[in-house]
């Protein structure tokens, strides 16, 4: 009996254009995208320039504490009103012109205003282009559609599991080190699905880092389970099966874990994972993991998260932003070692960055044209193969009680092809 059905999408997808321009329309223009984490822009004044599809952006603290996401470019010409990646200001001045827009992205000034403008000319109609905003555990996310699904209907079934990963310490977490921005070759979508659930590559893709014992042998038994929601969303969780190994979220200060502040199922999520990861859709990436996955080279290894941004440049490249996110309330030394270790295992320059983007680059070479690459990608991996064993937490989503399975994948390329086809 098939369990699930399989997908076909077809390459096109990955190498036109076409696609990419419905893809910025649909997906990027109409669904809420993660913009940054609100401890990036603590004070009034503060803000981070961003992409949100082709679009630049604005993330803005103003005086009320507010946060504004507004596009990077002046309604006069359209030239960027702000060149830094990050700042604290009252104004910004656009450099062509020099009209000022407020960090509400108000326009405050026009020069020669009175002298060269009729009485008709209406400041008010005239600030930078507002997106919706709504904040959830930390995380910013904005939309251009000013009506139509809450950031919490959207996220659906994945929000427990962000609150898992995101509130378990009663602090919150802050961002660690700034955001670090890299462009690579290859599809956007591939780099979201490899987060979104695949634990296949791991023993060829990453080989040396195992031949080598940089990522360690894990003591006792391993078990994984994958999670999606039909919005598109989904995580892989591995679980140390043995008993004997400490419960709590291992890789913590003591003090720290004093602080944790969730309920026991959300506990039990974290209990004994060794690593987490997953995607919000479209393009926000998560991982978490613990010491135990550093090996042996690395005394003092503490646990890190990492969050990322995926961005389409063309069909063939896209910009990653990469994020250390570490309990507020963690010692300076405690993180600075999370931001070392986070950096040195998944940073644009880790061991395993180098194996993966080499990959998305080999895809990406390998896309043939509408002659020779029409074949679609293959993603039968988990169907007809029965569940092994139960999750030790009880949370909402699809659960699928096995490790190594492209169901998320498959859910992910659903949900694409529904908006994609469906225009919605
Ligand atoms: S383009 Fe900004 S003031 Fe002219
Ligand atoms: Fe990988």
Redesign the pocket.
Known sequence: MTLEQSVNIPRSYYRDQGALERELATIFGEGWIFIGHESEIPAAGDYVTRNMGANPVIMSRTEDGEIHVMLNS?T????Q?CKLAYGNTTAFR?G????VFGADGDLKGVPGRRSLYGPEFDPSRLGLRQARVAVRCGLVFATWAQDGLSLEESLGDMLWYLQGLLELFSGGLEVHGGAHTVDVRGNWKIHVENFAGDGYHLKTAHKTMFDLGVVGTQAGTVEGFVVNDPHGHSLRAQYLADEGVPAVAPGYEDELLATIDADEQHRRFRERATVIHGMVYPNLLFITTAPLYFGTDADGAVAFTQLRQITPLDPHRHRVTYWTLVPKDASPDWKRRSYLYSTRQHGAASFFEADDLENFRRIDAGLGDSVAGVAPYNYELGLDVGERSTPPWTGPGRIVRQDLTEANQRNLVKRYLEQMEAGR
């Open positions: 002046c006069h010409r359209g030239t009103v656009c062509y012109h020099g009209w």
